[in-house]
């Protein structure tokens, strides 16, 4: 077997309780692995930690929660990375895209400078080149006219959109991993299929491995290969998507499955 | 649509009257030289011309000293409004610094910023001006710059720090970190491009504060010295002719009254302009 692109080992983060109160932990040691180019779901209800281990992948808990346990991502080792080396990974080589695509863009910033932006922080030095990657870019995830929707606010653009920006920003430096924090559940139906499909045709053609986080099995099953399932801070089930569906083992599994089940047979 | 602040606060005519009166003041005091029609410390006949009222020749009358009030006036708005410029520029500057750096460094550092702010808020500043002054004797003007402005940044600094925690919070930040923006770019391509509306508003706050403060200095005689004219000493040539001569106390008067004016009310306005933005409508 290829060595893993991003191996998670005991991964355990506390919630940091102040003057030695036991708090309580989010994640629980959690261990799973990624392949390059894998597209790989992590379900679970609201709190169960999903959107904690993404953070924590990337190095940007939020205080007062600390990461513990072994993160291995392309050679690097990125919970005892400096602050420095995580940095020019995010973005460069481990991205992500967030849930609700009008917060997570500044409201104050053209969408093509955000984007430029990107190449910015990456040591890009001249400023038109880098709005001409942007611009190009935002065409190839879909925005049409795109000189001319470049020059718009955030608030101009719809919810899809505004998650093609996003997608654009995560995409621009070619990840090798990509984490999508439930990417579509702030929108409607037919968007969220538009969206999902732009993220594959993406992820193919640039074999890229995709950790799509999500409580909606729908949204996992119509696109994974694997799931992952967290259940109270550990992980419950990590089975190919097939399994998931037809034989949930975990009680927490079974009854996101049949929650979705009607939708999935129709699908 | 209005695209943001900016675009509504041009668009606001209060705004862009109390814009026209500080820039025409700007532009008198930079251009004295050439417009005021006399030197303005020369003493031409303190006997014959001395406490003129108001003629064609002395629109702004004579002083006790037979100098004319129009071109001390013109050249005092380049003392008085060159050091509350400068003090203005200087106290949100050390304020704008010093609270980002409290927000985003936190820990003790905030803990060191906050609470020197608290303590030094609680003091008056005209007091501790006047208390260093009296020690140091008479300041040249660079030295009355440094003096208030170095005493003018702590409300700035609150706003500051409050508004960058408040953005440093919101996931925009966030994502703009996870994709590998640093520190450094995040302060100056985000936070401070979405908090100088509210530094605008600290700034014209602080000009409206500093400029009766150089006033008021130079008034008790510890500001501006003669015969170097300030709004200020002007003003304290005339005490003495109040009934006698209402030119010479009048005219200076109006001169800070109107500054002070406008820009309080390209403060007020621009706060309605912010809180429009913020309301999206």
Redesign the interface.
Known sequence: MNPALLSVEQLQIDAGGAHGAAATPILRGVSFALQPGETVGLLGASGSGKTSLALAL?G?LPLPLTARGRVHFEGHELLAASRGAR??????RL??V?Q?PL???????RVGAQVA??A???GERDARRAMRGAVEMLGRVGLAETDARAQR?P?ELSGGERQRV?LA??LLLSPALLIADEPTSALDVTVQAQVLQLLHAQQRERGMALLLVSHDLGVIATSCERTIVLHNGLVVEDVPTRQLLSAPEHAQARALVDAVRPAVRRA | MAANTWQRLLDDRGARAAAAVLGAAALAAVLAPWIAPYDPTLQPDPVALRLVAPTWQHPFGTDPFSRDVLSRVLHGARVSLGVAAGAMLLSVTLGAALGALAAVVGGWVDGVVSGLVDVLIAMPRLLVVIALVATFGALSPWWLVALIGGSGWLTTARIVRAEFRDHLQREYVLAARALGASRRRIIWNHLLPAVAPQLAVAAALALAAVIPLEAALSFVGLGIQPPLPSWGNILLDGTDYLTSAWWLVVFPIVAVSLTVGSALVLADRLRVAIAGEERGA
């Open positions: 990337l940007l940095r020019a990974l995010r973005g460069r991205a992500m967030f609700e917060s997570a863009l500044n409201p104050r910033m932006e990107m910015r922080a990456h606010y608030h996003l920003m995560a």
